[in-house]
């Protein structure tokens, strides 16, 4: 039978992490596991969705082994199973949808189906400060980069969205023309912390018109172009690349903010929540802090260890979803969903 707050299993496959967590609003973080493939695409320079998928489908189990121990827990004691159904990568959606629905399925527990960036967008309410809805979402992960108002729990109203690429893909590019590894976000970010980021001056694409959507793919080209100019014909001068590094994240990370002030305009809302694996950098946390104080409105990021991809964001969604009723038994997962094709939560009885 399952309980009001039933123990949750929830797996994330999206993309290169394989994830499983065990949450009860009750109890809370039971255990929250991530098995990063990093190593494994790192040597191709990039994800390979098929070498993700049939790593995720060996790594499950284990994973799934690890966070049953880690929660002092057994199968028996799980009531309802949770899982990415998208987007994402498709192969890699299939084995993490596949692993739960089958689990589900020999335990005679439901299973529900979960939307990876609503699993972003309310991490945020995972760390000590609440914000309250309403509130607009800035969600930028490797493959989004949307700005939402949340209006009713779980009801999502899209205000803008990149064009072409999406923050965290438009570090990776651009760390990887400034021959960083795989995945460059994060490097992308250290370098530029040593870097002056007035030395060349980039666009805020996209600010001189009005509207929320955003366009990344010309500040690569711009940073190409430094490159050629700077590096390839002067010498790899440590300084001149940190600049570099720096001029890019600086135009990226306002370009944002001036959205984020915007959105908030616009919808009158008090409250952002910041989400997605690029909300772990350290500038533009700074940054939406300093606009928010700036302009009487508070913002709101996951705790750092729930920026990336993991489950417990997952499990979360599911426990604020779930209405007691099972998704259908077949194994659907989307590589494009719209989060807000989303019904709204489920209000308390
Ligand atoms: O949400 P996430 O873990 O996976 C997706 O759902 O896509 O986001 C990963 C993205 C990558 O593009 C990664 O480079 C970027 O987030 N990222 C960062 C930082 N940490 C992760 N980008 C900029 N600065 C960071 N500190
Ligand atoms: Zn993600």
Redesign the pocket.
Known sequence: MTTRAPLILAIES??DETAVALYSKADGILANEVYSQIELHRQHGGVVPELAARDHLRRLPLVLQQALERADKTLQDIELIAYTAGPGLLGALMTGAGYARALAYALGIPAIAIH?MEG?LLSPLLAEAQPEVPFVALLV???HTQLMAVDAPGKYRLLGQTLDDAV??A??KTAKLMGLPY????E??ALAEQGDANRFPLPRPMTNRPGMDFSFSGLKTQVRLLIEEHLEKQGNDTQTRADIAAAFQQAVIETLAIKCRRAWQETGYRDLVVA???S??RLLRQTLQQEAEKQRRRVYFPPLALC??NALMIAFAAAQRYDGHDSPLDIAVQARWDLATLPPHPVAP
Request: charged content about 10%; some cysteine; hydrophobic content about 20%.
């Open positions: 999206s993309c990876h972003h992960s490797g493959g965290g893909e570090f990776d995945p460059g976000g994060p992308l970010a997605g694996g690029v772990a950098n990336g991809d």
